[in-house]
Every structure is written in structure tokens, then in C-alpha cells.
């Protein structure tokens, strides 16, 4: 089993920046794709950004195209989310997650180990 912990979530000014980290511990034999997801307050939760396992690709929601970077050290089993220029509507509790593929879906029903998220809040 893999368990994965989230942080660097916290309070922010809009505009500012905040990363988030995301580590890796337990049985993480094989390859897998990695993704950010993130959920409001009443909302579902929804894809952020994901990485394949080589971080050759990644892929971001539009929403936060170009302002969001995610990136991976496999040697440290760690995958970050540099989040840049936030808004308001970037609050919401962060998840990672893995997928048992090497390239990153989008989709979060492919995915199969969860954290259990860190609170971003973006203030106006």
C-alpha cells in the first residue's frame, strides 16, 4: 500500500504563491503517474495537474494553465505543485494522488492512492 501526505497548504494574499509538496511512503514499487486534484466547499472534486511517471508529460486544467507547474524527484518519491498568481477561486483542500500507470490521466477514477489533502486558501 502507498500512503501519501500533502502539505504546504496555508493562507495567502491573492497573487501571492504557495507549493505544495507531496510524499510518497509504503510499497511504492513500479512506476506511476502522479496528479494534483482539488475539491471546494459544495464543489466535486476536479483535476489540477498531473505528470507521467518520467515527467516527459503533464497536463494542467485550464483554469490554472500557466500559472500552476507540477513536477516530480522520483529518487525522493515526491511530486510538487508550484502554484503561482493564485486567486480566490484556488481555495479548496489539495489532494495527490497516484496512478497505476505510467503516463498521468486525468480522469481521478483512475486513480488509486489518495492523501488526505492540505486547505488552500486564497484571500481577496
Known amino acids: 500500500q502507498v500512503q501519501l501526505v500533502e502539505s504546504g497548504g496555508g493562507l495567502v494574499q491573492a497573487g501571492g504563491s504557495l507549493r505544495l509538496t507531496c510524499a510518497a511512503s509504503?510499497?511504492?514499487?513500479?512506476?506511476?503517474?502522479m496528479g494534483w486534484f482539488r475539491q471546494a466547499p459544495g464543489k466535486e472534486r476536479d483535476f489540477v495537474a498531473t505528470?507521467?511517471?518520467?515527467?516527459?508529460?503533464?497536463a494542467y486544467a485550464d483554469s490554472v494553465q500557466d500559472r500552476f507547474t507540477i513536477s516530480r524527484d522520483n529518487a525522493k518519491n515526491t511530486v510538487y505543485l508550484q502554484m503561482n498568481s493564485l486567486k480566490p477561486e484556488d481555495t479548496a483542500v489539495y489532494y495527490c494522488?497516484?496512478?497505476?500507470?505510467?503516463?498521468?490521466?486525468?480522469?481521478?477514477?483512475?486513480?488509486?492512492?489518495w492523501g488526505q489533502g492540505t486547505q488552500v486558501t486564497v484571500s481577496s
Open positions: 494522488a497516484t496512478s497505476p500507470f505510467r503516463f498521468a490521466p486525468t480522469d481521478l477514477k483512475q486513480y488509486s492512492y
Open positions: 509504503g510499497r511504492t514499487f513500479g512506476t506511476y503517474g
Open positions: 505528470i507521467s511517471w518520467s515527467g516527459a508529460t503533464t
